[in-house]
């Protein structure tokens, strides 16, 4: 093809467009491009913060978010944690209660304390949290990729398409503006790894009182992260042996411990029982593990309690329930892995389905839907440094893992898929540069010719 030719010369014109636009991309620090994603990512939270209002209603992905504002209101006229419209029969209103998160209500109440009892505030003031997200999942990519043969630029580049990722992502949009606990817990958990990450690679003193911060945060947010962290530490004390110092340790777990034992004196004080946080886990497990639900999961089961419990206290539920479930599990393990593997479909669901809702069928299929097959093939690529991303791997796994054997929900795989979100950024960045190497290619080669 020569010189001369006009469609040479429109793809020469195109693919030196495209090679400049990177270059320059390249060329920055990538500050700009950070600022703008993040601002874009604001807004759209607030936006939805705006769409969602100053009511609260039940609907089918966030129905909790009523009764986490009903334990609010209840905080801020002195009744304590307690539901005035409790979610299960066997709480009784206006009793004190465990069954929630006890540091989310309490966001919620501070709020409320400071701007009225005005759901669209706790909204706003939300959103403006999860808008850190985008940024908090930069600098784990920034921190996994920061060690060479990664080229430094190329490093930044991933980050900022992991970046745009996460602040266009229809969940996490979603969620950061409804009054659950999902918007600042997925906020909570980047911090965490963030400093696992900094932990592993040079572990001071402050870094693990503040990883102690973070994960006393998470589980007051939601128990069921109290596995993940042990994990975490492992993972840390494994990638820093013979840097760790105990005492310093020893810190984290007293910063944990004020952050955890003050909940645990007043359940005490207020069960006549140990009851660690909250007492959510014995029923869960027991209702996901039901022998009535054979090998199949149901989405949302729904069991009675047993006739012989009617009427006990929430930490007696809490401990029997669980034995129970465990019981069960004994009895057949065969059930119990059929079981659990039947979850994953449900858990990673990315197509519409009838009994849906419109809006949970688009922000599963434009999120999700969309994203996992660059997930899968980043996982892929990914493998050939899997150290380097060990920590992701094994947060994803135990996340998972963690979920398919009691209570699987979509908004539940939120912490899997910001851990995913830095494979699909790669899988990204990977194709483009495949893309833009064969182009040059063909250009390489329409000149000889």
């Known amino acids: 093809m020569s010189e001369q030719d006009p469609r040479f010369r429109y793809v020469r014109t195109v693919s030196s467009r495209i090679r400049t636009d990177a270059n ?4 920055t620090q990538g500050t700009c491009w950070l600022v703008l994603i993040l601002a874009f990512g604001t ?6 913060a705006v769409y969602l209002g100053d009511r609260v209603e039940p609907t089918p992905a966030a129905y909790d978010q ?5 334990v609010a ?4 006229t002195g009744r304590g944690f307690s539901y005035s419209r409790p979610p299960w029969s066997f709480i009784q209103p206006g009793e004190p209660t465990a069954f929630t998160s006890f540091l989310y209500p309490l966001f919620l109440a501070s709020n409320y304390l400071v701007f009225g009892p005005h759901p669209l505030a706790a909204r706003i003031t939300q959103a403006l949290i999860g808008s850190l997200l985008p940024w908090l999942i930069y600098g784990i990519v920034r921190r996994i990729l920061r060690q060479p043969p990664v080229v430094e630029k190329q490093s ?3 980050a900022l398409v992991a970046a745009g990722i996460t602040a266009f992502y229809a969940y996490f949009i979603y969620f950061s503006a409804t009054l659950m606990t999902d918007g600042p817990y997925l906020v909570t958990l980047a911090w965490v790894l963030i400093l696992t990450l900094d932990l592993a690679d040079q572990p001071t003193r402050w870094r693990w009182a503040m990883w102690g911060l973070a994960v006393g945060l998470a589980i007051l947010l939601r128990q069921v992260v109290l596995p993940v962290a042990g994990l975490l530490f492992v993972y840390i004390v494994w990638k820093a042996w ?12 007293g910063v944990i411990a004020a952050l955890i034992l003050p909940w645990t004196v007043r359940n005490y004080l207020v069960f006549h029982r140990f009851l660690l946080l909250n007492s959510q886990a014995g029923q869960v497990f027991w209702t996901a593990n039901h022998p009535d639900l054979g090998t199949q999961w149901e989405y949302a089961p729904m069991f009675p309690i047993p006739a012989d419990l009617q009427g006990a206290d929430e930490v007696t539920l809490n401990d029997e329930l669980m034995r129970r479930g465990l019981q069960v599990v004994v009895e057949n393990p065969g059930r119990f892995v059929q079981l659990s593997l ?3 479909e449900m858990f990673f669901l990315f197509y519409p ?3 849906s809702s419109l809006f949970s069928n688009i922000a599963r299929t434009f999120s999700f839907g969309i994203c996992l097959p660059f997930m899968a093939v980043g996982l892929v690529l990914s493998w050939q440094e899997w150290r380097r991303w060990l920590l992701l791997y094994l947060f994803i796994v135990a996340y998972t893992l963690i979920h398919i054997v009691s209570w699987v929900q979509i908004r539940y795989r939120m912490p899997i898929d910001m851990a995913l979100i830095p494979f699909a950024a790669l899988t990204v960045v990977t194709l483009t540069n495949y893309v833009m190497q064969r182009v040059k290619r063909t250009e390489n080669r329409w000149i000889k010719a």
């Open 342 to 344: 039947s979850r994953l």
């Open 73 to 76: 209101l209840n905080l801020l």
């Open 24 to 27: 320059t991309l390249l060329a």
């Open 156 to 158: 930044q580049v991933v």
């Open 43 to 48: 807004l759209l939270r607030l936006v939805a």
């Open 66 to 70: 009523v009764y986490f504002h009903d």
């Open 353 to 355: 389905l009838p009994e």
């Open 242 to 253: 013979r840097r760790v110092q105990w005492r310093h340790i020893l810190v984290a777990a």
